[in-house]
């Protein structure tokens, strides 16, 4: 199939990048739909920024198909670069200019008359809460100020889609947490984002879609849910009021796990509501009376560890 009759905001199709001997990315399909999402998710060296540097049109490719917002990033780079805001791992402001001349920088890169420049510099000043700070050099910003300033400096020409290239690397918590809600609002106002991060929990927060790269290849693609439903170990965990119902479950049901002293039962279950049903009428059935259940799915650690270093592992066996 084209990449084209999909219409997605980011296409890739057998996307290869080498360095001589050294395979980065290894047939990379992706598709990510307009107005959503999407992290890319791996260990250090999975080939993530080098995606991003490729759809950025920062560097070449050896093999494959790439559109940006429908444009050929080899044969219409100009209007990939006019389409896309990008924030990378490392903080691309001019530490003597302050952060407002930053701002006005890049709104003369983007030619926009000074009216609207300025017009568009004061909205992103407000936006990510840095109008006190305004005329102070980025130097004297705590981290999560310096990227909220990264984020604003990408957003300046409006773009409809965004890289986020590890945006939160090196922050504290509360840095973290205050970048999330940026992006949060972004995504609201229906923005294409692609993130990439090592931060399963960031994925995991952000992502309508997540692709799990290893070693340049994209092991696994879905939803968070779908993702963690890819690794065993759910259950659902059954509670009970009294020992004779538990009895009675436990004859009933193919049990993992079963707790006397806290009347509770484990089965096996992917979270779903199919499951669920199943479990509950097979209950009913035998006329036992729960008083509560709760549902325990992998998380994306789960996945990560299931899933990557594998081929990493064969490679250093084989060699």
Same mark, same amino acid.
Request: charged share 25%; aromatic share 4%; hydrophobic share 40%.
């Given at each position: 199939?084209?990449?084209?009759?999909?219409?997605?905001?980011?296409?890739?199709?057998?996307?290869?990048?080498?360095?001589?001997?050294?395979?980065?990315?290894?047939?990379?399909?992706?598709?990510?739909?307009?107005?959503?999402?999407?992290?890319?998710?791996?260990?250090?060296?999975?080939?993530?920024?080098?995606?991003?540097?490729?759809?950025?049109?920062?560097?070449?490719?050896?093999?494959?198909?790439?559109?940006?917002?429908?444009?050929?990033?080899?044969?219409?780079?100009?209007?990939?670069?006019?389409?896309?805001?990008?924030?990378?791992?490392?903080?691309?402001?001019?530490?003597?200019?302050?952060?407002?001349?930053?701002?006005?920088?890049?709104?003369?890169?983007?030619?926009?008359?000074?009216?609207?420049?300025?017009?568009?510099?004061?909205?992103?000043?407000?936006?990510?809460?840095?109008? !006190?700070?305004?005329? !102070?050099?980025?130097?004297?910003?705590?981290?999560?100020?310096?990227?909220?300033?990264?984020?604003?400096?990408?957003?300046?020409?409006?773009?409809?889609?965004?890289?986020?290239?590890?945006?939160?690397?090196?922050?504290?918590?509360?840095?973290?947490?205050?970048?999330?809600?940026?992006?949060?609002?972004?995504?609201?106002?229906?923005?294409?984002?692609?993130?990439?991060?090592?931060?399963?929990?960031?994925? !995991?927060?952000?992502?309508?879609?997540?692709?799990?790269?290893?070693?340049?290849?994209?092991?696994?693609?879905?939803?968070?849910?779908?993702?963690?439903?890819?690794?065993?170990?759910?259950?659902?965990?059954?509670?009970?009021?009294?020992?004779?119902?538990?009895?009675?479950?436990?004859?009933?049901?193919?049990?993992?796990?079963?707790?006397?002293?806290?009347?509770?039962?484990?089965?096996?279950?992917?979270?779903?509501?199919?499951?669920?049903?199943?479990?509950?009428?097979?209950?009913?059935?035998?006329?036992?009376?729960?008083?509560?259940?709760?549902?325990?799915?992998?998380?994306?650690?789960?996945?990560?560890?299931?899933?990557?270093?594998?081929?990493?592992?064969?490679?250093?066996?084989?060699?």
């Amino acid at each position: 199939m084209s990449i084209n009759e999909t219409n997605p905001a980011i296409a890739t199709k057998g996307l290869r990048k080498s360095y001589g001997d050294n395979v980065v990315l290894d047939g990379i399909d992706l598709s990510v739909p307009k107005g959503s999402v999407f992290a890319l998710l791996g260990p250090n060296g999975a080939g993530k920024t080098t995606i991003v540097n490729i759809l950025s049109t920062l560097v070449g490719f050896d093999e494959g198909q790439v559109e940006v917002d429908g444009h050929n990033v080899v044969k219409e780079p100009d209007a990939v670069r006019a389409a896309i805001g990008v924030t990378g791992q490392f903080s691309a402001v001019d530490n003597l200019l302050t952060g407002e001349e930053n701002l006005v920088l890049m709104a003369d890169l983007f030619h926009l008359p000074k009216v609207e420049g300025r017009q568009r510099i004061a909205e992103l000043l407000e936006r990510f809460d840095l109008v !006190d700070v305004a005329k !102070d050099t980025p130097t004297t910003y705590s981290g999560g100020m310096q990227r909220r300033l990264d984020l604003a400096m990408g957003l300046v020409g409006s773009p409809g889609i965004v890289f986020l290239d590890e945006p939160t690397t090196g922050l504290d918590p509360r840095g973290r947490h205050t970048v999330w809600e940026s992006i949060r609002r972004l995504a609201s106002e229906h923005v294409t984002i692609l993130l990439t991060t090592q931060y399963l929990e960031e994925a !995991d927060r952000l992502a309508d879609r997540i692709g799990l790269l290893d070693d340049g290849v994209l092991v696994a693609e879905g939803t968070p849910a779908e993702l963690k439903r890819l690794v065993p170990g759910g259950h659902i965990s059954l509670h009970f009021t009294d020992s004779e119902h538990l009895e009675s479950a436990a004859r009933a049901l193919n049990a993992i796990g079963r707790d006397d002293e806290k009347l509770s039962l484990q089965v096996p279950g992917d979270g779903g509501v199919t499951a669920i049903r199943e479990t509950l009428d097979q209950l009913d059935r035998h006329a036992v009376e729960v008083d509560s259940l709760t549902v325990h799915t992998p998380d994306l650690d789960d996945v990560f560890f299931a899933l990557t270093g594998q081929r990493t592992n064969k490679k250093e066996s084989t060699s």
